[in-house]
T-cell receptor, first 118, second 116 residues
Framework: NAGVMQNPRHLVRRRGQEARLRCSPM?????VYWYRQLPEEGLKFMVY????????ESGMPKERFSAEFPKEGPSILRIQQVVRGDSAAYFC????????????????FGNGTRLTVT | AQTVTQSQPEMSVQEAETVTLSCTYD???????LFWYKQPPSRQMILVIR??????QNATENRFSVNFQKAAKSFSLKISDSQLGDAAMYFC?????????????FGKGTHLIIQP
């Protein structure tokens, strides 16, 4: 009964490279949320996706960041041309129903990917 | 915009004692949800307890309980009989219950240390 799986657990990239972070939601969950945690900060919402659709990307930086959740396979958070300020822990969470509709459908978080940009 | 404030960056408590973690929030909405999450060194975010704003009764989960003061916009977490496994970062979070609000708003966290 696997939970939310994120990989890699740690990722090191040089400035200007691309970072790809993967998230496999819990079995049966079709709603995925990405959060970013900067050092000494709480988690900040980035984007909400449902299979093949971006529903809410209000927390996503306008440039260099993109997310997808294809029909088959994991959700991907992609950061192009990384900069030092992108260094953070990136968390994925999933739920069986949209958070906006269901209080009783809790979020299940993964263990996060720690991105370090050198 | 909603904000969540945790004014205690770090708290320390003796094992078996009781500790209270503070959280205040700012919102103009009347219907919302509040949560406490625990983040141990493994980094995983674990839901500890949750509260619906329209419920006056404070939520309780075993050794964890909240003191929800809606008028004061306060949502503190009380941990009774503290155990070594309670050591972690604790985050307070808010979520508007209406449509169009998909993300949780988190505070900056309180680092809880349990002294053996």
């Amino acid at each position: 009964n696997a939970g939310v799986m994120q990989n890699p657990r740690h990722l090191v990239r040089r400035r200007g490279q691309e970072a790809r972070l993967r998230c496999s939601p819990m079995k049966g969950h079709s709603h995925v949320y990405w959060y970013r945690q900067l050092p000494e900060e709480g988690l900040k919402f980035m984007v909400y996706l449902q299979k093949e659709n971006i529903i809410d990307e209000s927390g996503m930086p306008k440039e260099r960041f993109s997310a997808e959740f294809p029909k088959e396979g994991p959700s991907i958070l992609r950061i192009q041309q990384v900069v030092r300020g992108d260094s953070a822990a990136y968390f994925c969470a999933s739920s069986s129903r949209p958070q906006r509709e269901s209080y009783n459908s809790p979020l299940h978080f993964g263990n996060g990917t720690r991105l370090t940009v050198t | 915009a909603q904000t969540v404030t945790q004014s205690q960056p770090e708290m320390s408590v003796q094992e078996a004692e009781t500790v209270t973690l503070s959280c205040t929030y700012d919102t103009s909405e009347s219907d919302y949800y509040l949560f406490w999450y625990k983040q141990p060194p493994s980094r995983q975010m674990i839901l500890v307890i949750r509260q619906e704003a329209y419920k006056q009764q404070n939520a309780t989960e075993n050794r964890f309980s909240v003191n929800f003061q809606k008028a004061a916009k306060s949502f503190s977490l009380k941990i009774s009989d503290s155990q070594l496994g309670d050591a972690a970062m604790y985050f307070c979070a808010y979520k508007y219950s209406g449509g169009g609000a998909d993300g949780l708003t988190f505070g900056k966290g309180t680092h809880l240390i349990i002294q053996p």
